[in-house]
T-cell receptor
Framework: DGGITQSPKYLFRKEGQNVTLSCEQN?????MYWYRQDPGQGLRLIYY???????QKGDIAEGYSVSREKKESFPLTVTSAQKNPTAFYLC?????????????FGPGTRLLVL | AQTVTQSQPEMSVQEAETVTLSCTYD???????LFWYKQPPSRQMILVIR????KQQNATENRFSVNFQKAAKSFSLKISDSQLGDAAMYFC??????????WGAGTKLIIKP
């Protein structure tokens, strides 16, 4: 079955630590996205990538980094510079990366700070 | 800049009845798409329905339909014959030729048995 997988489901971060969230898709989509979701708010875009080896900052990129070395994979690193990382993180993909396209989502990763 | 407003933080409906969730938006684009996504307790975001702004006909997917009023910039979601499985957060979003979707804050839908 085609889809998007995210791991881990839960992740705990110690102060000063970098952690990496995994996102893999087998939909053959060119575009991939990372969103942050906080309680009572909609989704906010962290980073997006429309093609391998290229990515762009979204609205809240500070304290985060990404890579896109393979079409299928778009890992997100939450760095120690992100002072309030506790949130639910959603990865998504779409065919080409335009706003008119439907985005398909993974099951999410819940990040908690110890 | 585009904005999306969902004015109902929470709605409740009796099972088997009909409920309408409201969404208003603002955009300067002439060509755009509107989306309703559902986020059940599992938290996976699922597309409910998609509407192209240049189409006059309202989109329908089984028990889900929209009332798209382009001049009023309104895009409400109607759920008919509500079922317990419809309980979820519902998010409205707008997308244009740009790269990203703009999301509303969501409406929590409670289904009363």
């Amino acid at each position: 079955d085609g889809g998007i997988t995210q791991s881990p489901k839960y992740l705990f971060r110690k102060e000063g630590q970098n952690v990496t969230l995994s996102c893999e898709q087998n939909l053959n989509h060119d575009a991939m996205y990372w969103y942050r979701q906080d309680p009572g708010q909609g989704l906010r875009l962290i980073y997006y990538s429309q093609i391998v080896n290229d990515f762009q900052k979204g609205d809240i990129a500070e304290g985060y980094s990404v890579s896109r070395e393979k079409k299928e994979s778009f890992p997100l690193t939450v760095t120690s510079a992100q002072k309030n990382p506790t949130a639910f993180y959603l990865c998504a993909s779409s065919i080409g990366g335009h706003g008119q396209e439907t985005q398909y989502f993974g099951p999410g990763t819940r990040l908690l700070v110890l | 800049a585009q904005t999306v407003t969902q004015s109902q933080p929470e709605m409740s409906v009796q099972e088997a009845e009909t409920v309408t969730l409201s969404c208003t938006y603002d955009t300067s684009e002439s060509d755009y798409y509107l989306f309703w996504y559902k986020q059940p307790p599992s938290r996976q975001m699922i597309l409910v329905i998609r509407q192209e702004a240049y189409k006059q006909q309202n989109a329908t997917e089984n028990r889900f339909s929209v009332n798209f009023q382009k001049a009023a910039k309104s895009f409400s979601l109607k759920i008919s014959d509500s079922q317990l499985g419809d309980a979820a957060m519902y998010f409205c979003a707008i997308g244009d030729s740009n790269y990203q979707l703009i999301w509303g804050a969501g409406t929590k839908l409670i289904i009363k048995p």
